[in-house]
């Protein structure tokens, strides 16, 4: 699953109101919030879900809450493009969900809007990716159980790639080249999304660096970041980036009908892509930056969170660990059977067939040498201060030491109001 409806990008767009929400700044939105009239017995408890763009998602996640028996569990599958507005507005409402999907964000702990679930994580923890623990753990205590893990890559055509003479890609200046023999008058070269703000997070880490330390400080402003933007800028001016698609980066589409030989794009993509294209399908990571880099694979993915000003929140608690580490055959059927996504449980991660050949296989192995993981101290207005570092230095040509030095300062800003 994209984890995307067909006209946005939940991505981009579901943290975009984070920040605002936990501030309380969102208005409050009305309707009716799902309780009640489904003739259940037990407590009843309401998820929020936004509209996957897979076919069966959503009736998936509402068998499994149907075999639930203990609480009569309503989705809310919310469609359009303004999911996030309409959860955050809820939680600040009678109407809050009980349980909903996000991703690690401090603001929700630190307001105490998420319930810590420590108590029933811990006797799987072990089972769980290291990584995602760390990801959902504040002062020793997990918030949120990981769903999915979202690997992502550049995909590109093999057989285009030996036509054009063109090895894979192992340095930014080599996909920029790459992109240039590759663009013809109906082809571009790359596709980096519309924005572009989707790579810049890999082309920090690729270039050596990082969005904060592990102490909580910026650690993004570094010349050979500088030089990356500059050479973006380059492939922006070139002609031969795909700008403006008709779907953004998180859709195949731009791939799979050739408009792009090279699309920056998540492994959920995968089975649409081969049906399509065959085997003729090849990925790699975001390549290496500057002499100190190290190529690099974003790790996105979802999480489920209980709301902890809810009235039902061990009731909550309870249906989140029946489904999400009780039922491991969901949890597989839910990573596997509407896309390709990694499980974040071990066990499961380590007997899903589907991942063990081909394509798959080689997403698992990039997303284990080269995979970055959600820092929960990095919180929407931290990646705004970066977007605007992408927007001005590389669609508009600002220096991008200088760009950098701005964001920098409004991340320390940030770092201040949360850790002091």
């Known amino acids: ?35 009640g009239g489904s003739g259940g017995s037990g407590d009843a408890l309401v998820q929020y879900f936004h509209a996957y763009g897979e076919a069966g998602t959503e009736q998936a996640i509402k068998r499994y809450a149907k075999a639930y028996k203990d609480a009569n569990v309503t989705t809310q599958w919310i469609t359009g493009n303004t999911f996030e507005q309409k959860l955050f507005a809820a939680l600040l409402t009678k109407n809050a969900p009980d349980v909903f999907e996000f991703h690690p964000q401090i603001q929700l702990i ?66 920029i080249e790459a992109a240039d023999k590759l663009t013809t008058s109906k082809v571009k070269g790359a596709f980096l999304g519309n924005d572009i703000t989707t790579v810049q997070n890999p082309l920090i880490w690729s270039a050596g660096a990082d969005t904060l330390t592990a102490d909580n400080k910026p650690a993004f402003n570094t010349d050979a970041v500088a030089d990356g933007l500059k050479q973006l800028r380059g492939l922006f001016t070139s002609g031969n980036l795909l700008l403006d698609a008709p779907t953004d980066w998180w859709d195949p589409s731009a791939f799979t009908q050739g408009l792009t030989s090279i699309q920056w794009c998540g492994m959920w993509a995968m089975p649409a892509m081969i049906k399509a294209l065959g085997d003729d399908i090849g990925i790699f990571p975001f390549p290496k930056v500057g002499s100190a880099g190290k190529q690099s694979v974003t790790n996105g993915g979802w999480s489920m969170f209980v709301n902890a000003k809810g009235e039902n929140v061990e009731a909550a608690k309870e249906y989140v660990k029946w ?72 669609r508009k040509d600002g220096d991008p030491k200088a760009q950098l030095a701005a964001a920098e300062k409004k991340v320390d800003a940030e770092l201040t109001k949360l850790f002091g």
């Open 110 to 175: 630190k307001s105490g809007q998420v319930a810590d679930l420590t108590d029933i994580i811990e006797p799987v923890k072990d089972d769980f990716n290291p990584a995602d623990i760390q990801s959902h753990t504040v002062d020793g205590k997990i918030y949120g159980v990981r769903m999915i893990d979202d690997p992502q890559f550049f995909f590109y055509r093999p057989s285009v790639f030996e036509k054009a003479k063109i090895e894979v890609p192992q340095t930014l200046e080599e996909l």
């Open 323 to 394: 489904l999400w580490i009780d039922q491991k055959e969901y949890q597989e059927d839910w990573a596997l059977s509407y896309g390709f996504h990694i499980p974040p449980r071990t066990s499961i991660a380590q007997s899903a067939t589907k991942l063990k050949t081909g394509l798959p296989a080689e997403g698992v192995k990039l997303f284990n040498e080269f995979g970055h993981f959600d820092n929960i101290g990095w919180t929407q207005a931290m990646i705004a201060a970066v977007n605007d570092v992408m927007a001005n230095s590389v």
């Open 1 to 35: 699953m994209s984890a995307m409806s067909n006209n946005w990008s939940r991505r981009s767009l579901f943290r975009a109101a984070a920040g605002m929400a936990a501030a309380g700044t969102l208005a409050a939105c009305g309707g009716n919030n799902g309780r």
